[in-house]
C-alpha cells in the first residue's frame, strides 16, 4: 500500500501555533493544485467522529499536549495513501512536531523535500489565536492552552527546524507580513523545487 506514496512530492509545513501554516496551504493548493493535510485537521475529524479514540485525543489536545506519534503517523499515512492515485504533491501541515515524528515519517512513508518554516513572533502567534478563537470553536484556541502549545513549541518542534537545516531543505518566510506577501515568498520556495 505504502508503494503508492513512495514516489511522491512531500512538503513539511512547520511553524508555531497560529503562525499561519493554515493560511499559507490554502494558498498553495489553490495555485498548485497540491493535497494539504494538516494534522490538526485529522485530529480534530477524528474527535468529532465522536469515537473513544477521538475522546482521548481531545483531552489531550484540550491540554495542549502532543497526541501519540503512531496515532497521528498512521492518519497521515492514509490520508495520503487515499489521494496517492490524484495528488501533485503532498503538504504536511503540523507535522513533523518533534525529531522523531519526522524519522518515523521518513521510515514508514518518504523524504520531505522541502521544510516550509513559517515563523512568526510569539507575541504576534498568541494574538492571531485569541483572535481566532473568538469564531473557531477550537477547544484549544484560549489563553491558557495557548501559552502550553507556545512552550511545546519552542521546546520540542524547534529542533525539527534545526534538523532539516542540516540537510539544506529548509526555507523560512517571515509571517509577520501580510498573507499575500508571505505567499510570495512561499511560492517562490515552491517554484524553486
Ligand atoms: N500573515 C498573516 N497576517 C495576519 N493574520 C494572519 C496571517 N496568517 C494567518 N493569519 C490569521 C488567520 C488565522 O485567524 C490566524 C492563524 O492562522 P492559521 O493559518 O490558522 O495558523 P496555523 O495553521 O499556523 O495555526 P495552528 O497551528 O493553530 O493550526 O491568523
Ligand atoms: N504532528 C502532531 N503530533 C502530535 N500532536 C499533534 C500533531 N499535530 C497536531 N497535534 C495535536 C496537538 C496540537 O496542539 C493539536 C492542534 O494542532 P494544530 O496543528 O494546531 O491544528 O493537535
Ligand atoms: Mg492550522
Redesign the pocket.
Known sequence: MADKIKDAKIIFVVGG?GSG??TQCEKVVAKYGYTHL????L??AEVGSGSERGKT?QA??QK??????DT?LDMIKDAMIAKADVSKGFLI??????VK?GEEFEKKIGKPCLLLYVDAKGETMVKRLLKRGETSG?A?DNEE?IKK?LD?YYQATEPVIAFYEGRGIVRKVDSELPPDEVFSHVSKAIDSL
Do not use: C, F
Request: hydrophobic share 30%.
Open positions: 501555533p501554516k493554515g494538516s494534522s490538526g485537521d485530529l480534530r485525543l489531550i489536545m495542549g499536549e502532543l497526541v501519540p506519534l497521528v501541515d503540523g507535522y513533523p512536531r518533534e515524528q477550537r484549544d492552552t502549545r511545546l
